[in-house]
């Protein structure tokens, strides 16, 4: 059969619905008719018209009739195969069904009649649904970019992050994210497992500073690498070749993003830049371009070096096995099990140790999807998340939604009373209870579909609102992503039929005689069945509430901790770039202590607030009368004699670094060290006046240490403390500190920014205030109590509406009971106790349930601080108590209004 290409042709999406519902002994003939129909009416109406005719005719024939359990070759519901006689009968069997078509649009109709006719239920419900639906297809999608990270990269599968565990005996001490940089490249000689591997070295030492001609950039994320990065992580050149692409020194890569920003075009291939060094700068020729990184990803990329710079200009050594500062990453070949090679990497680890290339260290493989979620080891590319949050919102975001859906089951069944002489009446006339069942779910599937679009319009409303507060990228999508419209599918008819299942078999199981006798009366069953879901319900609601509570206090707690270091008024100013930069880091100090506001400057290697990940780390210090020689992890910074003061660190015993103490390792035989409490804990020393003048073993050579500080927060009180190891430098290489004495940030900031820019003209002015960087550790907390707190807050509020609708359908129920006690003398107390003390009754028994569990739930979640709050009855007690309010407030307003209501007017009710 050859196709006419002129002639006009029916939707193919429908003819494709078509083919995929209709039975196949039916197909033919529908469609054979569907077609004549469709080309008469191309010539009377036009192809627009026709297509949509042909359409609705599609959507008209979803229905049982032509539903594909009418199998093949069936002889009792289908037509015969062949013949001129069966196709006749063919032609009587088959039928558009009008009957069938109309009897959809009863069910629609009927459902329309019944959602207007009860419009405070169907708010109810439509609201609660619609809100339920919303946040789970907002979480869903959190979740979702989430789980995503490293998915942009074909290999993340094979590609695995090799990091270094400390070791303490048998326990691990630390865990670093970085390792030494020739394990790589002896690894892949001495295990077949690996395939290919790159280094990744963060450029942090010098300040990744690049100059452009006579303009200096602050620039993050620069990484030197080896040239199989760039297939391993797929990255593509949209500028440049390949062809000796960073096997030679000095070369630079930009991003897409990078490129656009310093040189305004893309073609910058050929041109040069610099990265300022102590001794000079380094000259970089740019070959290539690649595409911005994804958001999704723990490594992000602005600018990479070829990994030859890193030996040539930058001190690096090929067998270095004293500085562990680089990233490395293997790919796996395609036979290598995960299990297998683990085992071959501890036995690498072990040929390590016995080589004495490491000391109490084991080499862990760690899969890069695993990283953002997984991950919170020392020196991390950047914060991760924590999987713990993402799945937990994903459960409230779930709880809620099943909230919302108990609210319609409720409903619908405790009006089953006021539906029993309908479907009574319905099965008196002929109705079957299929037909019955039908009708109700039809009524449910409008309802739901009603609260689909009321979703999506929610979650349209909400999306910038919720991508601030989630902490998702901007231009995050949502309405734009396919998944988002297969979740909504999905969840529609996961709710369709959670919520539409019970009622249509309950509602359709009545007998017809029984209801129209006016014997009928709601089933024990039932109502136990309602009253265990409502203790479902607010069981639920009180665990996120006390949940809630204990966010908000362990948040406000770890704020309110003594950090140890005042930071209050501090400006941080990096250290400047430039040749002209070092011989003014004296008349920069004395030009700020003469302004007025100015109380102290210090210069520091690194500042309380900044992380771990500034400071250098190293296990080869113990005391020197150790009777045992230990590898903890020990950290490293530089201070001046300012330093203790400034930060208003407290001095435990010894002195503070003074004009006579000789920099760095400047002296070899009397280094001079402060040390913190916790580095004396390590090496079992009771008391702080017993260090002093004690001799300690540093990296071959001898110290001395000359004083003990008492431990200070060095990030967030989220970490405990870490053993802190203080040394002596004058110099301003890393960061400046500036202690005002008054004024507001912005008069800081331009006496600051003043002097340092008259004092460093060419150097780029980088700043941030200590409080300020402080905060920022503590954002994913706060982004996690936000948006747990919205969850809580829509399951409290779809709990209250569905208790509030059932409170209302009772009263309204048991008006002339009412009436009838008020006339025999029943008190308005004595009536409102016997309207709530159901309700209330049901709403204690699930505060008994949820305690219990609320308790296991938060002591689980408040063990993963080092700092936390102790569990106080009250942190209980109050949201059991809001909780009962909550039920008060819901179900009293009605209660009152009809305890107070004429009885006259009660007793004319039924």
């Known amino acids: 059969m050859f196709s006419q290409p002129d002639r006009p042709a029916p939707p193919r999406w429908a003819e494709r619905l078509l083919e995929w519902f209709v039975a196949p002994h039916l197909l033919d003939y529908v469609q054979g ?90 708010l109810i419900n439509l609201f609660g649904l619609a809100t339920g639906l919303a946040m789970a297809l907002l979480i869903i999608q959190y979740v979702r970019f989430e789980l995503s990270y490293e998915n942009a990269y074909p290999l993340a599968n094979r590609l695995v992050r090799l990091t270094t565990d400390y070791m303490n ?20 000689q001495e295990m077949n497992e690996i395939a290919n591997f790159t280094r990744v070295y963060p450029i942090r030492k010098p300040t990744a500073t690049i100059q452009i001609s006579d303009q200096y950039y602050l620039v993050d994320n620069v990484y030197a690498v080896d040239s199989s990065f760039f297939s391993m992580f797929n990255y593509p050149l949209l500028r440049g070749s390949r062809n000796g692409l960073f096997t030679r020194p000095r070369q630079a890569i930009l991003t897409k993003a990078m490129a656009l920003t310093y040189f305004k ?33 723990h490594l992000k990329i602005n600018m990479l070096l070829s ?12 067998d270095n096995w004293n500085t562990n500062n680089t990233y490395t990453y293997v ?21 390590l140790l016995r080589e004495k290339k490491l000391n109490n260290e084991r080499v862990i493989g760690q899969k890069i999807g695993d990283i953002h979620l997984y991950s919170h080891k020392t020196f991390e590319t950047e914060p991760n998340g924590e999987a713990q949050s993402v799945y937990f919102l994903l459960g409230v975001a779930f709880l809620v939604l099943v909230s919302a859906l108990v609210n319609y089951v409720n409903l619908t069944t405790a009006k089953s009373l006021d539906r029993a002489r309908e479907i009574g009446v319905r099965k008196v006339v002929g109705s079957t209870q299929g037909q019955i069942r039908t009708q109700i779910v039809t009524e449910t599937v409008l309802l739901n579909s009603l609260a689909g679009v009321l979703a999506v319009g929610l979650v349209a409303g909400l999306r910038s609102v919720f991508v601030q507060m989630a902490g998702l ?68 609601t009180l665990i996120l509430l006390v949940q809630l509570f204990a966010v908000y206090q362990q948040v406000g707690f770890l704020r309110n901790q003594n950090l ?24 920069f100090r004395q030009l700020l202590l003469q302004q007025a506001r100015v109380k102290a400057v210090s210069f520091s290697g690194t500042v309380p607030g900044l992380g771990s990940t500034q400071l250098a780390t190293t296990t080869g210090i113990n005391l020197s009368d150790a009777v045992k020689k230990t590898y903890y992890n020990y950290y490293l910074t530089t201070i001046d004699t300012s330093f203790i003061d400034l930060m208003g660190i407290r001095l435990l015993a010894g002195k503070n670094f003074d004009a006579t103490t000789r920099p760095g390792f400047s002296d070899t035989t009397n280094r001079q060290l402060i040390v913190n409490e916790e580095t004396l804990r390590l090496w079992g020393i009771p008391r702080a006046g017993e260090a002093i003048g004690r001799r300690v073993n540093f990296w071959g050579h001898q110290a001395t240490i000359r004083g003990v500080v008492k431990n200070y927060h060095y990030e967030s009180p989220k970490a405990a403390y870490i053993s802190i190891i203080h040394m002596y430098s004058p110099s301003f290489n890393s960061f400046a500190s500036v202690k005002f004495t008054g004024g507001t940030a912005e008069q800081q900031l331009a006496t600051l920014k003043q002097i340092y820019e008259a004092r460093f003209p060419h150097s780029p002015f980088s700043y941030f205030f200590m409080d300020s960087e402080y905060d ?89 601080y080092a700092v936390r709050i102790d569990l106080s009855w009250w942190l209980f007690a109050t949201p059991a108590g809001l909780v009962l309010l909550l039920v008060l407030v819901s179900i009293g307003g009605k209660t009152i209004g009809t305890a107070l209501m004429n009885p006259v007017n009660s007793l004319r009710s039924d």
């Open 307 to 318: 990994y030859p710079t890193m030996l040539s200009d930058f001190g690096e050594q090929e």
């Open 33 to 122: 008719d569907l077609h004549e129909t469709f080309h008469k009416q191309v010539v009377q109406l036009g192809i627009d018209r026709a297509q949509r005719n042909y359409v609705w005719a599609v959507l008209h024939c979803l229905t049982p009739f032509f539903a594909k359990r009418q199998a093949a070759g069936s002889t009792q519901a289908g037509p015969p195969q062949a013949g001129p006689r069966k196709a006749k009968r063919l032609s009587i069997d088959y039928n558009p069904n009008p009957a069938l078509t109309d009897m959809l649009h009863n069910y629609l109709k009927i459902a329309f009649r019944n959602l207007l006719h009860q419009k405070s239920y169907s």
């Open 564 to 587: 140890g270091v005042t930071i209050d008024h501090t400006l941080v100013v990096k250290a400047p770039v430039g040749a002209n930069a070092r011989p003014d880091y004296g008349a």
């Open 776 to 864: 920022k550790q503590y954002k994913a907390d706060d982004r996690f109590q936000q948006v747990f707190g919205a969850l809580t807050l829509f399951a409290i509020l779809i709990s209250c509406l569905g208790l509030f609708g059932l409170a209302t359908f009772t009263v309204s129920k048991r008006t002339k009971e009412i009436g009838i006690r008020k006339v025999i003398g029943a008190s308005t107390t004595n009536l409102l106790v016997l309207l709530a003390r159901d309700f209330v009754g049901t709403v204690l028994i699930s505060i008994l349930i949820g305690l219990p569990i609320t308790y296991v739930v938060v002591n689980n979640w408040l063990s993963h």
């Open 265 to 297: 075009t893309l073609d910058v291939v050929g041109k040069t830049l610099k990265i300022p060094q102590r001794q000079g700068r380094v000259l970089l020729e740019i070959v290539g371009v690649i595409p911005d990184s994804p958001v999704n990803t």
């Open 473 to 540: 990228p901007e231009g995050f999508t949502v309405l734009g992503d396919v998944f988002f419209w297969e979740s909504v599918g999905v969840f529609l008819f996961i709710s369709i039929g959670l919520s539409g299942f019970y009622p249509a078999f309950v509602l359709s199981a009545f007998d017809p005689v029984t209801v129209l006798k006016g014997n009928f009366s709601r089933s024990i069953k039932g109502s136990w069945l309602r009253k265990s879901l409502v203790v479902f319900q607010f069981t639920i």
């Open 331 to 351: 790919q796996l070949a395609d036979h290598v099990s995960d299990d297998g090679f683990a085992k071959s990497l501890a036995a690498f680890t072990d040929r």
């Open 169 to 188: 005996g048998g326990t691990v001490d630390a865990q670093d994210a970085e390792v030494y940089p020739p394990l790589a490249a002896k690894a892949s």
